[in-house]
């Protein structure tokens, strides 16, 4: 029986803060350690990384850079030409087939039944059962009723981040909204992929917490560890970034 665990928001290959947090979560009762996706790219040692994750038993989901890396890897096996994206091959070149075999294992979701929470990397569609989430669920972020399966960038300067991209405040004139706020689970759901400055909590009126966790780690921000157990009350531990691995104008704000 599962009674407690926790949800580390996306690592992104910062080997060093995973460790020191790792640390401090040995000295916390725990039946298990996840991570919620992004656990390559953008920091200094994508294999170091998965390779602790693989040692140590950190299970997690899968994010969107997660699947980007497989579909990489796959198609340089079968001879393509490498990718341009020079993050992407700096990946590459750090990984090795049983990294790759890690990141392909990770579920798109996982539910802890015991104490009533869903992880997952960007979100969940709502009025949709658990056992019928899409994968699109690894990068979900702003959704739109007549637009079901579509999904959009949010943000405050979300029109720097992509050529023509709106800005959040365009998308939400033209109907778009925030997954969580459209949330109707009961189940508390515990994501990354979306940067708060800190942990941020978003409550239903009537239905479980909605926890976003990612809080910019690589971004020069911190990783964060969600602790979750059947009292429905999280609960965080931190580690400050050792340094800004990951300058970038499309990570230039953090929200909360």
Same mark, same amino acid.
């Given at each position: 029986m599962i009674q407690r665990i926790a949800a580390i928001?996306?690592?992104?290959? $910062?080997?060093?803060?995973?460790?020191?947090?790792?640390?401090?979560?040995?000295?916390?009762s725990l039946d298990e350690i996840w991570?919620?996706?992004?656990? $390559?790219?953008?920091?200094? !040692?994508?294999?170091? +990384? &998965?390779?602790?994750?693989?040692?140590?038993?950190?299970?997690?989901?899968?994010?969107?850079?997660?699947?980007?890396?497989?579909?990489?890897?796959?198609?340089?096996?079968r001879g393509s030409t490498p990718t341009q994206n020079a993050d992407k091959r700096k990946t590459l070149t750090e990984i090795v087939q049983a990294d790759v075999d890690y990141l392909k294992d990770l579920p798109y979701l996982h539910i802890f039944h015991d104490i009533n929470t869903v992880l997952v990397h960007g979100g969940l569609w709502p009025k949709m059962p658990l056992y019928a989430q899409p994968t699109s669920v690894c990068r979900l972020q702003m959704i739109h009723p007549h637009y079901p399966g579509k999904t959009m960038w949010w943000g405050n300067n979300a029109s720097l981040m992509f050529e023509g991209a709106k800005s959040?405040?365009?998308?939400?004139?033209?109907?778009? &909204?925030?997954?969580?706020?459209?949330?109707? !689970?009961?189940?508390?759901?515990?994501?990354? !992929?979306? +940067?708060?400055?800190?942990?941020? &909590?978003?409550?239903?009126?009537?239905?479980?917490? +909605?926890?976003?966790v990612d809080t910019g780690s690589s971004f020069g921000g911190c990783l964060t560890a969600c602790i979750m157990d059947n009292s429905g009350k999280p609960w965080f531990i931190s580690v400050k970034n050792k340094k800004l691995y990951y300058p970038s104008a499309s990570r230039a704000f953090m929200e909360g």
């Open positions: 928001g996306d690592i992104h290959a $910062c080997y060093e803060e995973l460790e020191e947090l790792y640390n401090k979560l040995c000295w916390v991570h919620l996706g992004d656990v $390559c790219d953008r920091g200094p !040692h994508s294999g170091k +990384t &998965i390779e602790f994750c693989r040692k140590h038993n950190i299970k997690g989901v899968k994010g969107n850079h997660d699947e980007s890396i497989i579909n990489h890897w796959d198609r340089m096996l959040e405040e365009e998308l939400v004139k033209d109907g778009w &909204i925030r997954w969580y706020k459209a949330y109707d !689970h009961e189940q508390h759901i515990v994501f990354g !992929h979306s +940067t708060f400055a800190q942990p941020m &909590i978003w409550q239903n009126p009537g239905y479980g917490k +909605t926890i976003g």
